[in-house]
């Protein structure tokens, strides 16, 4: 296994050197962050990008993400041309030597918290999932703003975007998903480039919003949508594992044997209530999740690909991006650091 950190570039509070300064890390997940969703990142940025993480003794491990343009997934005729375009970036980004790439597929939102620093009860800062609450935050007929809400759509335009998705069915979006795959997989095959699915955050729909990737079922309708060791999953236990029905050890075990995760995000999560859940710290007892458990399955299929500690809370009195702060993301990578550790030492 190998310890990542993502880093969001130079506009970032977290440096380079502080990560590099963390036990065991090797690589960095990181993206272009000036070049507009759909336009063809060019080799020139990748190698710059690349370059800077290398004088770190660091190196590019993962592109998180390389985002799908809204028309590819709401299946306009406009979509050739910005898959083309996605084609032609992971073929930049294999000539950089950039092999791994996290992308998703949710309309809209890359994720939902109805807060983004909730105080628990230790006085840490923590982002949090409430239901009834996301429900009065939605655009079309609710009254509450969202916290996170992508900077780059006023709220028209999100009423706007919203309401082209009300038609938009769940099959709609399998089959535009699968249009997506038919055009990128290919490529991605023939450059070495590894694609890896984050699931939806949170694994269910909201605002009316279909989404697909949830759970073990629509996974493995997903893998073999294109049946290609290219086209693989980002297993992130804290999204998938807010639902009780996903039992993360048993999806590692089951997708990695298939070779199939290419990515791993590792963090708890405390399920609160009926689909309400706190981001607690990485530590088994702190949350729901088993993730002694979770990296015992990683271990025992021989994962050997990226994995990074996910979202932490602020802790320390640190500011800054919400669930990417340095301390408690690298308490977690330590703490990941030390169940490995113990797993290796014990087997011997
Ligand atoms: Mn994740």
């Known amino acids: 296994m190998k310890m990542t950190f993502r880093w969001y570039g130079d506009d970032d509070k977290v440096t380079l050197e502080n990560i590099r300064q963390i036990p ?18 060019s080799l020139e940025k990748i190698m710059a990008l690349k370059n800077k993480i290398e004088s770190y003794g660091l190196e590019l491990s993962v592109i998180e993400s390389v985002p799908v343009h809204e028309d590819i997934k709401m ?24 092999y ?11 994720w939902t918290r109805s807060n983004l620093d909730y105080e628990l009860p230790d006085g840490s800062k923590a982002l949090i999932y409430d239901e ?17 809400w992508d900077a780059s759509y006023t709220k028209d335009e999100m009423k706007a975007i919203l309401e082209k998705y009300q038609s938009i069915s769940e099959e709609d979006l399998w089959s535009n998903l699968e249009y997506f795959l038919k055009g990128v997989i290919p490529v991605a095959e023939e450059v070495g480039i590894k694609m890896a699915i984050h ?25 073999n949508l294109v049946d290609s060791p290219s ?25 990695g044997k298939k070779g199939r995760i290419h990515f791993a995000h590792i963090r708890n999560i405390k399920i609160t209530g009926e689909k309400c859940f706190e981001e607690s710290s990485h530590r088994s007892e702190d949350g729901s999740l088993d993730v002694y458990e979770i990296v015992k399955a990683y271990y025992d299929i021989g ?8 979202h932490g809370r602020m802790i320390w009195g640190e500011t800054g991006r919400p669930g990417y702060g340095l301390y408690d993301r690298a308490l977690g990578a330590v703490y990941i650091n030390g169940i490995y550790e113990a797993l290796v030492r014990s087997s011997k």
């Open 132 to 148: 009834p609450t996301v429900q009065k935050m939605n655009p079309l007929v609710g009254d509450l703003s969202l916290p996170g």
């Open 199 to 223: 699931p939806d955050d949170p694994p269910w729909s909201i605002f009316g919003l279909p989404r697909i990737i949830t759970n073990k079922e629509n996974l493995e309708r997903f893998i």
């Open 24 to 41: 065991g890390m090797k690589g960095i997940v990181s993206a272009i962050y000036d070049v507009p969703v759909g336009e063809v990142w």
């Open 231 to 255: 086209n693989g999953i980002t297993l992130c236990s804290g999204s998938l594992g807010v639902s009780r029905e996903n039992d993360i050890p048993e999806l590692i075990r089951y997708f």
């Open 75 to 98: 299946g306009l005729p406009t979509r050739d041309r910005y898959i083309e375009n996605y084609a032609q970036t992971l073929r930049n980004l294999a000539k950089a030597g950039v």
């Open 100 to 110: 791994v790439v996290c992308y998703n597929f949710m309309p809209v939102f890359d």
């Open 303 to 310: 994962f050997d690909g990226p994995f990074r500690p996910d």
